[in-house]
C-alpha cells in the first residue's frame, strides 16, 4: 500500500471535489491559507505528490512549500495547466504537467497514474517551481511603466533613448520567456516580484487599526469573500424593442431578513482594503459559473458588464481576471464589456493603452460609465479607445415628456453619434423616458422601468434563457463523462 500522502493546491478547491473519490490520500487546499489545516501537521509524511493549479502564482507555490516542508521527507510537483495564457503558466515549464482541458476521465487517469506509482526517496527531494530575481534596474524599469512623467524621468536620469528603452524591454521579456511586454508586467506584478506589498504579507493591505491589523469590516468582507456571501446581481440592458441585449453585474452582500448592503456601500472598503482584485475575480467566476448553467441560446447573444474602477483598471493582474473570463464562456455567445467607472480620476499611460489594446484585440468592449457626472469627462473620449458611453440617470431624470427639448443630453447623443460610439441610457423609470430616448434612435436602455438588479434565475427568466434545473447537479463533474472539461475547450 502506497503510503504517500497527496495534495492539491488551487484558489478553487470545488471545482476538483469530485476528483477525491477516485484518488487516495487526496487533501484540497486552498492556496489562500497558505498554511496546512493544524490536523495535517501532527505527521510527518514520508512521500507526498503536490498537484498545483497553474492559475496559482509560483511565488505562492513556493510560500506553501517553505512553509510547510518541514513535514515532507521527499515531495514532487505535477502541474495542472488551467490556462492557456504563456505569463500566467510562466515558472512552471520544468515540472511535468497534464491540460485542464482534457476530459475528466483522462485528467485523473494521469494523476492517479502518478500518485499510485512508487516514488524514489531521494529523487524529488526539495523539488521547486522555476524562481526569477529581476536587477535593480529592470525592477525600476517595470515601476516606472505605470507613469509616463515618471518613464521620461527614468530615461533622463539612464540617459536612455526612447528607442533604447524599448530594446531593454525587449530584453526583459525574452529572458521571461514571454512574447510582449504587457505579458511582462502581469507576469512580474502576479509573482509580486515588484515587491508592492510588504515582505511577508500574502494579501493586499487592508485599512489598519491603531494596532497595525486589518480593522474589521476589512476581515468581515474578506471572510465573506471566501464563504460565498457576496452575489452577483443581474440588471438587463434592452433595446427599443425590450430585446435583451446585455446585462449590468451588480455585487449584493445578503445580510438576512431580506436586506442586502449595495455595492455602493462595501466597494469603497474593498478598494481601501486591497480587496478589489479578489472581489472582481469573485464575481467574473461567479457570473460564468451561472451563465454556462444556461441552455436554450439560439441565436442569442449578450454582453456582460462588470463595473472597474480606475485604480483596478491600471492593476495589470485584471488583464489576467479577464483572460480567466474568456476562457470560462468561451463556448457561449458572450461578449465581455468592462465600465469604468468616475468615482476616480484615470492616469492614461502606456501600460494602460497596452492592456487595453490587447484586450480589445480579444474581443473585450470597453464602456465610459456615468457620463457627464464625476471624473467621466470628454478628455478621456480623446485619450481612450472606447466602444460605448453609458449616460447618467441625472441626464435622463430631466426628461419629462416625449416632446421636451433638452439641448445638454441631445449634444451628448450626438456625439456619442459622431465618434462611432453605442449609447447605453441609465436609470430609465418611466414610459416617457422610454419613448423620449428611442425616438432619438439611442441604442440600448437599462433602468428599473424594464427590470431592477435581479437574482440570476429571475434574470434567465426575463432573457428568456431556459435555466438548468438542479444546480448542485450541474456544477459537479463526473468521471467517465468524455464531454466534461476543468476548462474551456
Avoid at 477516485?22 to 496546512?36: H, Q, R
Avoid at 500566467?88 to 494521469?110: A, C, D, M, Q, W
Wanted: aromatic share 10%; net charge negative; glycine share 6%.
Amino acid at each position: 500500500m502506497n503510503a504517500k500522502k497527496i495534495f492539491l493546491l488551487s484558489y478553487d478547491i470545488y471545482l476538483f471535489s469530485g476528483i477525491k473519490s477516485f484518488i487516495p490520500n487526496l487533501v484540497l487546499v486552498d492556496a489562500n491559507t497558505f498554511v496546512l489545516d493544524a490536523s495535517l501537521l501532527t505527521p510527518r509524511f514520508s512521500l507526498c505528490l503536490l498537484i498545483v493549479d497553474t492559475r496559482v502564482p509560483f511565488l505562492w507555490v513556493n510560500k506553501w512549500l517553505q512553509r510547510n516542508s518541514s513535514q515532507f521527507s521527499n515531495f514532487k510537483c505535477v502541474a495542472l495547466t488551467m490556462s492557456e495564457s504563456q505569463c500566467i503558466n510562466r515558472g512552471y515549464e520544468s515540472l511535468e504537467s497534464v491540460s485542464g482541458s482534457l476530459t475528466s476521465k483522462s485528467i485523473i487517469h494521469f494523476l492517479q497514474s502518478r500518485a499510485l506509482n512508487p516514488m524514489v526517496n531521494g529523487i524529488a527531494q526539495g523539488e521547486e517551481v522555476m524562481t526569477f530575481q529581476l536587477t535593480d534596474f529592470e525592477e525600476e524599469l517595470f515601476r516606472v511603466s505605470f507613469d509616463k512623467e515618471a518613464l521620461d524621468d527614468f530615461c533622463i536620469a539612464n540617459s536612455l533613448s526612447k528607442k533604447a528603452l524599448y530594446r531593454y524591454r525587449e530584453k526583459i521579456t525574452h529572458r521571461l520567456g514571454l512574447s510582449h511586454f504587457n505579458e511582462s508586467i502581469i507576469f512580474v506584478c502576479r509573482n509580486n516580484l515588484l515587491g508592492f506589498s510588504a515582505h511577508g504579507k500574502e494579501h493586499a493591505h487592508a485599512p489598519a487599526d491603531k494596532n497595525g491589523s486589518e480593522s474589521p469590516e476589512a476581515q468581515r468582507l474578506s471572510l465573506a469573500l471566501k464563504n460565498d456571501e457576496i452575489v452577483p446581481w443581474f440588471q438587463p440592458i434592452v433595446d427599443g424593442q425590450g430585446e435583451v441585449r446585455g446585462v449590468e453585474i451588480l455585487a449584493r452582500w445578503p445580510m438576512g431578513h431580506n436586506y442586502a448592503i449595495s455595492q455602493r456601500e462595501f466597494i469603497p472598503l474593498a478598494e481601501q482594503s486591497g480587496l478589489m482584485s479578489e472581489l472582481t475575480s469573485y464575481l467574473m467566476n461567479k457570473v460564468a459559473e451561472d451563465l454556462n448553467l444556461c441552455r436554450g441560446w439560439g441565436d442569442k447573444s449578450l454582453y456582460v458588464a462588470f463595473n472597474v474602477s480606475p485604480a483596478h483598471l491600471s492593476n495589470p493582474v485584471f488583464y489576467w481576471e479577464c483572460l480567466h473570463f474568456l476562457e470560462l464562456t468561451a463556448s457561449l455567445p458572450v461578449t465581455l464589456m468592462i465600465e469604468i467607472t468616475e468615482n476616480q480620476t484615470l492616469q492614461v499611460n502606456l501600460a494602460l493603452k497596452e492592456l487595453m489594446r490587447s484586450l480589445r484585440n480579444r474581443g473585450v468592449l470597453f464602456a465610459l460609465d456615468d457620463f457627464g457626472t464625476g471624473y467621466a469627462n470628454l478628455c478621456y473620449l480623446n485619450e481612450l479607445d472606447l466602444d460605448v458611453i453609458k449616460i447618467d440617470k441625472v441626464f435622463i431624470n430631466t426628461i419629462k415628456n416625449e416632446e421636451q427639448t433638452l439641448p445638454m443630453l441631445e449634444s451628448i447623443i450626438n456625439l456619442a453619434k459622431l465618434l462611432g460610439l453605442g449609447i447605453v441610457a441609465e436609470g430609465v423609470e418611466r414610459e416617457p423616458q422610454h419613448q423620449w430616448l428611442t425616438d432619438r434612435q439611442v441604442d440600448l436602455l437599462q433602468g428599473y422601468y424594464y427590470l431592477p438588479p435581479v437574482s440570476f434565475c429571475d434574470f434567465a427568466y426575463y432573457a428568456r434563457l431556459e435555466h438548468a434545473s438542479g444546480l448542485g447537479a450541474e456544477k459537479g463533474w463526473r468521471y467517465g463523462d468524455d464531454s466534461v472539461r476543468l476548462t474551456a475547450p
